[in-house]
């Protein structure tokens, strides 16, 4: 379970003294928790699934690409670094990502399961993707191939 896996993490970081994993995996950690606090007053008291935490994670490495940009287009290289070195960090976590040719045969295959054939299909297809490819599949490129796609046919 990633929870384990990120409080091993943390650990070990901290036994090596390596200062960056520590405050970047102490950073998800403290997401992780408000997302349980959210949860639980859903009605979930187990917390948020794995899947979840996938998502969390991806949605952490899309922010720091948005700051990267900001920092590199404000003069800020230093800043921009450590947000790419914590990309690094939280990608440990994250399983495989699949490869452009598999996300367009995961895009093909639910589009003919779906049988889709215009733009209103979209919403379902990319559901039925975030559900079956939580944390593997890059959704920004998985849209962009389900639109193009659905535009051709």
Do not use: C, W
């Given at each position: 379970?990633?929870?384990?896996?990120?409080?091993?993490?943390?650990?070990?970081?901290m036994?090596?003294?390596?200062?960056l994993?520590?405050?970047?995996?102490?950073?998800?950690?403290?997401?992780?928790?408000?997302?349980?606090?959210?949860?639980?007053?859903?009605?979930?008291?187990?917390?948020v699934?794995d899947d979840?935490?996938?998502?969390?994670?991806?949605?952490?490495?899309?922010?720091?690409?948005e700051?990267?940009?900001?920092?590199?287009?404000?003069?800020?290289?230093?800043?921009?670094?450590?947000?790419?070195?914590e990309?690094?960090?939280?990608?440990?976590f994250?399983?495989?990502q699949?490869?452009?040719?598999?996300?367009?045969?995961?895009v093909?295959?639910v589009?003919?399961?779906?049988?889709?054939?215009?733009?209103?299909?979209m919403?379902?297809?990319?559901?039925?993707?975030?559900?079956?490819?939580?944390?593997?599949?890059?959704?920004?490129?998985?849209?962009?191939?389900?639109?193009?796609?659905?535009?051709k046919g």
């Open positions: 379970m990633l929870r384990e896996e990120l409080s091993v993490a943390l650990k070990e970081a036994k090596a003294r390596d200062e994993s520590v405050a970047t995996v102490r950073l998800i950690l403290a997401a992780l928790k408000d997302r349980d606090i959210a949860a639980r007053s859903k009605g979930n008291l187990e917390g699934s979840e935490i996938l998502v969390m994670l991806q949605s952490m490495i899309k922010q720091r690409h700051s990267i940009a900001m920092y590199e287009k404000g003069g800020r290289p230093e800043l921009a670094q450590r947000e790419a070195d990309i690094e960090v939280i990608k440990r994250l399983p495989a699949l490869g452009e040719d598999e996300t367009r045969a995961a093909d295959a589009i003919a399961e779906i049988d889709a054939h215009s733009l209103k299909d919403g379902q297809i990319m559901g039925e993707l975030k559900q079956r490819h939580a944390g593997r599949m890059d959704f920004a490129k998985a849209n962009a191939m389900v639109r193009s796609a659905l535009e």
